[in-house]
């Protein structure tokens, strides 16, 4: 049984936008969260929502660019991405995690397929 699904990622220009989405089915978890790959690097934390309260924390090098929500009605999480870089351009995946802290991969239990975002020069 499928447990996250990804979906939303294509290909922008620089200065686009683009939203992605995952919904978790048959999971128990406190928080969601969104890491990324890009080829020849590890996997890195992009950003991590509460699902109770909604609190978030985002990383450095996206602050200010991209937004974390959910819908819990949904089981779905959202991670908005504007003024985008060429440097973004990678692999995101979502994860559960049932723990309240960390965001290494360790904390990280369940994983999605992926989904490519690239973004043009």
């Known amino acids: 049984q499928v447990q996250l699904v990804e979906s939303g990622g294509g290909l922008v220009q620089t200065g686009g936008s683009l939203k992605l989405s995952c919904e978790a089915s048959?999971?128990?978890?406190?928080?969601m969260g969104w890491f990324r790959q890009a080829p020849g690097k590890e996997r890195e934390f992009v950003g991590v929502?509460?699902?109770?309260?909604?609190?978030?924390v985002t990383a450095e090098s996206v602050k200010g660019r991209f937004i974390i929500s959910r819908d819990s009605a949904k089981n779905t999480v959202y991670l908005q991405m504007n003024n985008l870089k060429p440097d973004d351009t990678a692999v995101y995946y979502c994860?559960?995690?049932?723990?309240?802290?960390?965001?290494?991969?360790?904390?990280?239990?369940?994983w999605g397929q992926g989904t490519q975002v690239t973004v043009s020069s």
């Open positions: 994860a559960t995690s049932t723990t309240y802290y960390g965001t290494s991969r360790a904390n990280f239990g369940s």
């Open positions: 929502i509460m699902w109770s309260g909604g609190s978030t």
């Open positions: 048959g999971l128990s978890f406190r928080r």
